[in-house]
């Protein structure tokens, strides 16, 4: 159901393509620190809007009702997070927490 894509997020290859990213990380999805692909869960890719439309209602639903805490940018980008999943991380010598990021991207060729 999900497709791997290895083309790059701000490619002219994506023209008239909506895609659903999930992501998993230490930070919001906005932030796309350098590497962020990395992180990448899930892609879904659509031909149409509608459906593009339609399958970002029904994973924003599933999120909202599996995580407690939401959080979102530019109507692109949304985070979810529960206080109880973290990790503790050696780097920065304390807990960091998960975030489930969504990111919709709607590349319409004019």
Known sequence: MFAKM???YDSKEWANMYTIIYMKADYEPWWKFEGWEAYIQTEDTFDTKELFERALQQKLAHFRSSYDNEATKEEQYWAFW???ESFYCEACDDDAQVYHGIIACKIEEK
């Open 6 to 8: 290895k083309l790059s």
């Open 82 to 84: 529960s206080e109880d």
